[in-house]
């Protein structure tokens, strides 16, 4: 309890110190930094470079496959690998490893049968449940 008072005292000295008579602005010193300032044109954008891992989603659906399998699966790191957005992983970690690992369970199964046939239908699934 003495050290929530001794915290409610410092905040209310910070702010009886603080205030904004004891600051002052020097309006020469600003016009002159905006007369002495450099114009440039702005860069032009650079395109991201695609990752090695993205080009073939095969690769893709394997390295998830993987994480799912070796125990990341409960808190959602093969979601980031097939690239949805991290949300998912905090619901995989609340909802204790993807509602008991059934989830992630099922996202192993539904990858295996992806990479039979060849398709890349779990990209950028913002769903909690990919499959459905």
């Not at 039979?116 to 699934?125: H, L, P, R």
Request: glycine residues 8%; negative net charge.
């Amino acid at each position: 309890m003495k050290k929530f008072f001794a915290v409610i005292v410092a905040l209310f000295a910070v702010v009886a110190v603080a205030n904004a008579a004891n600051y002052s602005v020097d309006e020469a010193s600003i016009d002159a930094l905006f007369t002495e300032a450099v114009m440039e044109a702005p860069a032009a954008p650079v395109a991201p470079a695609t990752p090695a891992l993205q080009s073939d989603p095969a690769i893709v659906n394997l390295v998830a496959l993987v994480l799912d399998w070796i125990g990341l699966g409960g808190i959602g790191i093969h979601r980031l690998i097939l690239g949805t957005k991290p949300i998912n992983c905090l619901w995989y970690f609340l909802t204790i490893g993807g509602i008991f690992g059934i989830i992630p369970l099922v996202d192993g199964i539904m990858l295996i049968v992806d990479l039979i046939q060849g398709s890349a239908s779990y990209f950028d699934n913002p769903a909690f449940i990919m499959w459905l």
